[in-house]
């Protein structure tokens, strides 16, 4: 029984994980889409913007998925505060501080490096644009998730 049920699950497994990717990707693509429509780039521009973007997308996606993310949602799943010393609290706490002063940093360089491309103007549509793009995949997902309910 074990023999049929082990392939079966982590062909389910594979499966969702496949699912995932693409999900991904498409909003992924979605975004550059919407950013591109918001802030009329030229060719020029583009060609010059995407890179430093990109990169200051990968380095804000290490900096949310990290070990001390993953030590902060066991913490918040556990019932017990006594999981976790007080040094350990505190070490945690100075690895929290050290990842904040990274993302000040990061974005305060992205700013430097996207003012030698873009306009000031331009740089505030980005904001709005990213902004604008985040309210839309939630309000979609919310509508979805309405109607999931709904099904109910």
């Not at 949310?64 to 040094?87: A, Y």
């Amino acid at each position: 029984m074990k023999t049929i049920l082990i392939p079966f699950f982590a062909l389910l497994l594979s499966i969702n994980s496949l699912a995932q990717k693409p999900d991904k990707e498409k909003i992924k693509a979605l975004k550059v889409a919407h950013i591109t429509e918001q802030l009329d780039l030229t060719a020029k521009e583009a060609q010059a913007f995407w890179p430093v973007y990109n990169a200051n997308q990968e380095v804000h996606y290490k900096l949310r998925h990290n070990k001390v993310r993953n030590r902060l949602e066991e913490l918040s799943c556990s019932d017990s505060e006594t999981i976790i010393t007080e040094t350990e609290a505190k070490e945690l706490l100075e690895k929290i501080s050290k990842i904040e002063d990274t993302k000040y940093k990061t974005e305060k360089d992205y700013y430097q490096k996207l003012s030698s491309i873009l306009s000031s103007t331009k740089i505030l549509k980005l904001k709005f644009a990213e902004y604008s793009f985040r309210s839309k995949m939630i309000k979609e997902f919310k509508s979805r998730h309405k109607g999931e309910k709904s099904k109910k």
